[in-house]
């Protein structure tokens, strides 16, 4: 529950700049997920999430702990994590339907890193 609590201090401030912002609701979550990025001169990210009021406490705790595990890695080590991060940090296969936005964060953190990455390397290429 502490954690869930938390997961309003992974929210972005007024006045943080991201580099990319993905706000939207889709159908394997309950509400609106806000996934923000920032990565710094050294390559390092930090992901800041919005969660609807609908989002489940599971979901809002695995999010702060995400958030704050995920906190100066690179996209490329985020995107790297192996498929059984979540099951590692539960200690158990969450397959309950509710529980199944919790790899949901996951899936859309790695998507945000991968939009980023690919952005870069195309600003390489031109």
Known sequence: MSYADSAKNQEPCQTDKFDLVDVRKDEECTDT???YLQVD??????????LGPQVQTLTR?????LCKGLDGSTP????DLP?????RIVGTELVR???QTVYYVLTRIKGICK????????????
């Open 83 to 87: 498929s059984d991060f979540v099951t």
């Open 76 to 79: 490329q080590e985020i995107l």
């Open 115 to 126: 939009v980023w990455l690919d952005r870069q390397r195309m600003a390489q290429v031109a």
């Open 61 to 65: 705790s695995m999010t702060a702990i």
């Open 33 to 35: 997920v806000g996934v």
């Open 41 to 50: 001169e050294e390559g390092r990210a930090q992901i800041r999430m919005t």
């Open 97 to 99: 339907l509710r529980s």
